[in-house]
């Protein structure tokens, strides 16, 4: 699969790609396995609704090797006057149907009522009805503060308070916000050949905002988000474009220092950070690495824009395949002095920061999944048809086995964090009698119970801490009757192979008497520091229907691991608890 793709990406753009990479590069490396695996996460594209536009889009992030990608323009939820669907839902009916799990939408705000007296809650209600929608976020445009104006022709601040109530909305229903104001310095300046961003203005003079009389200076906007950011701690704020001021990195790590409700992705920016002293650059994104958040400003209308554009003639895809290339290039490797991504911005070139391979994850996708947390695509696991049964014994190198594709549970459930030092994979297989799991977990120090009770069940529910959940376990959660969400099997094993099965026979009611007649084994390797779990499961014991190929399931798994503080699901939760069926993946049963 990995090999397939790499040798698609060369054949398709041929020489031109090939040079994007420096030599040394080609080896393998983490980053390589995650493009091979579309593990990436562009935060920050704008892809028109159209079947040519969006399968133009998915050929690009296909050979990039991105998996899913945020559509800012999605449109606002104002529906038209004869009722008939916004433009946010033809966006994201459109995109879920020819290609579901690619895009994620984020809405965008009509302004048309500003001037009512009742403005600031209509807003508020735009941001509901987005969620409703399945909005993922809320993404407002340069165009506040600089270019919107009420009915009197004044400008509309980017914190005024009319829009207070809608800022909050997006924070009480964790809707992260995705805000563009100001723009590169150089459009203050003269306007003329002088000007470091000329090729860009003279190709679009409406991008200079010189005028004093017309446009405000460019710090008061910077400073006016920061007080909309500092008024609503409770909302996220992602400052794009390298927390819109990628000419001075020393501000953007005073403001992440300052704000921790504040992110800053990378779009259309590597060519203006990228001139900077590297290792200063490299510093802060450690420092942050958190708080990073890997984007482009792709975008595909009738022509590709690749971070910016003007009158060349129009890119092709592969051109698309090294902008892209590029943007590995900077963040992977330590290249010195090269050509940047976007030659329109202008003509220097840049320097590379290469962070290592934990922190390069979290810039890719780890903070965008626990950023996007309530609206990824639910999770599949494939469990594969075997002939024959096998014994358990704790081993997962069997040929078997290995076929087995397995998932990761590696986030917090509560919130989505990732844990990627605890990733901990799960693999499942069928026959036609049983559903076999198998959990392998990276440990540092386990916490059991001792002796183990492998006879009975230990479950106290008077005692704080007295229960199996309560030390080290792996669970899977098994629901087989989708009329029927509230009602599923659980099962838990400790690394001692002490174990737990119980029916949940509607949420909250619990049958801790019900045995499904499994059989597990677990195996702990001290060396390796990591355990294992097997679990086979009757398959009737789970459902009165035997399944058949193409039966899907539903299911989440979990992990919890006291020594590290972790509450691991496949798909978080999102609350307090592991009990959540709306959040349980597919379990698909293949041939
Ligand atoms: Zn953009």
Redesign the pocket.
């Known amino acids: 699969m990995r090999s397939l793709l790499l040798s698609t990406i060369i054949l398709a753009t041929g020489a031109t790609l090939q040079s994007a990479f420096p030599a040394e590069w080609q080896e393998s490396s983490p980053a390589k396995e995650w493009r091979s695996e579309h593990r990436a996460i562009d935060l ?1 594209q ?1 892809i028109d609704g159209t079947p040519e536009h969006l399968s133009r889009a998915v050929k690009i992030m296909d050979a990039a090797g991105i998996g899913i990608a945020v559509n ?1 323009s999605g449109g606002t939820v104002t529906r038209g006057k004869d009722g008939s669907p916004s433009e946010f839902e033809r966006n994201q009916q459109i995109a879920d149907q020819l290609f579901p799990g690619r895009f994620i939408e984020y809405m965008n705000l009509d302004y048309a009522n500003w001037d009512q007296p009742d403005f600031s809650a209509q807003a508020a209600k735009q941001i509901e009805e987005g969620h409703r929608l399945g909005a993922a976020g809320f993404k407002e445009f340069k165009q506040l503060g600089l270019y919107l104006r009420d009915g009197n022709g004044e400008l509309i601040h980017v914190d005024d308070p009319k829009l207070d109530a809608m800022w909050q909305r997006c924070g009480e229903l964790s809707m992260p916000v995705s805000i ?1 104001v100001a723009d590169p310095k150089a459009f203050w300046l003269p306007y003329d050949e002088k000007n470091e961003r000329w090729e860009e203005l003279r190709d679009h003079k409406s991008w200079w905002l010189g005028d004093t009389h017309k446009f405000p200076a460019w710090k008061d906007l910077l400073e006016s988000l920061n007080r909309v950011i500092a008024r609503h701690p409770k909302t996220t704020f992602v400052c ?1 474009h390298f927390g819109n001021n990628a000419e001075e990195p020393e501000w953007v790590d005073a403001a992440l220092s300052k704000y921790p409700n504040m992110l800053a992705d990378l ?1 259309a920016r590597i060519p203006e950070i990228g001139r900077h002293d590297p290792a200063t650059i490299r510093k802060l994104f450690l420092k942050h690495q958190d708080r990073i958040l890997f984007a482009t ?1 792709f975008q595909v209308y009738d022509r590709l824009i690749l971070g910016s554009s003007g009158n060349e003639p129009p890119p092709t895809d592969a051109d698309a395949e090294v902008f892209y290339a590029k943007e590995w290039r900077w963040l992977e490797t330590r290249d010195r002095n090269w050509e940047h991504m976007t030659p329109i911005q202008g003509n220097w070139t840049i320097s590379s920061i290469g962070l290592p391979a934990p922190v390069l994850r979290k810039v890719y996708f780890d903070n965008a999944r626990k950023l996007l947390a309530r609206s990824l695509p639910t999770p599949a696991i494939e469990a594969r048809h075997i002939s024959q049964d096998f014994d358990l014994n704790g081993c997962l190198l069997s040929p078997l086995w290995q076929t087995a594709r397995p998932v990761r549970l590696e986030q917090a459930s509560y919130d989505g964090t990732v844990r990627q030092e605890l990733s901990t994979t799960v693999r499942a297989l069928w026959s036609d009698q049983f559903l076999y799991l198998a959990f392998e977990a990276p440990f540092t120090r386990l916490t059991v119970f001792e002796p183990p009770n492998l006879a009975g069940k230990r479950v106290n529910l008077q005692t704080d801490g007295a229960s199996l959940w309560d030390r080290d376990v792996v669970e899977a959660f098994i629901g087989t009757d989708r009329q029927n969400p509230r009602h599923y099997a659980e099962f838990e094993v400790a690394p001692t192979n002490e174990r737990l099965d119980l029916m949940v026979k509607d949420l909250p009611e619990k049958d801790f008497g019900w045995n499904s007649q499994w059989t597990t084994v677990t195996r702990v390797d001290a060396k390796a520091k990591s355990w294992t779990c097997e679990m086979r499961v009757p398959l009737k014991a789970l459902s009165a229907d035997t399944p058949a190929a193409g039966i899907q399931w539903q299911a989440n798994f979990y992990r919890c691991d006291r020594a590290q503080r972790g509450f691991l699901a496949w798909n978080p939760t999102l609350q307090g608890t592991f009990h959540v069926p709306e959040r349980f993946g597919t379990l698909r049963f293949i041939e």
């Open positions: 920050h704008h800012l563009h794009v779009a400003d």
